[in-house]
C-alpha cells in the first residue's frame, strides 16, 4: 500500500490525469517544433547568444578541465563502478 504522500498512476493531487499537461507531456515532435520556433524567434529579436570559435574552444577547454579533476578524486567513475560491484559481493 503507498504511503499517503504517494500519488497512484499519473495523477495531481485533485485527482485528475496528469498525462499530456503542459510542455512535458507532449510528444517528442511537438516539443521540438515549439523549441525550434523559441530559438528562430530569440534569433530573430537578437537575444540569443551565438558562440564564436573561441568561445566554443574555451568552453570545451574548461568541460575538459572540470571532467579531468572529478576523476583524480576518490569519487571517479571508476572507483564509483568498482564500489558497485563489491557491494554485490558475499562478505565472509
Known amino acids: 500500500m503507498p504511503n499517503r504522500n504517494q500519488n497512484q498512476g499519473n495523477h495531481g493531487d485533485d485527482g485528475r490525469s496528469s498525462k499530456g499537461r503542459g510542455f512535458a507531456g507532449m510528444d517528442a515532435e511537438q516539443q521540438r517544433q515549439i523549441a525550434s520556433a523559441g530559438g ?3 534569433h530573430a529579436s537578437g ?3 551565438e558562440f564564436s570559435s573561441e568561445e566554443a574552444r574555451e568552453a570545451g577547454r574548461k568541460g575538459g578541465e572540470a571532467r579531468s579533476q572529478r576523476s583524480r578524486g576518490s569519487n571517479s567513475d ?4 568498482d564500489r558497485g560491484t563489491a557491494g554485490g559481493a558475499r562478505r565472509g
Open 78 to 81: 571508476r572507483d564509483i563502478q
Open 40 to 42: 528562430r524567434a530569440a
Open 47 to 49: 537575444h540569443a547568444h
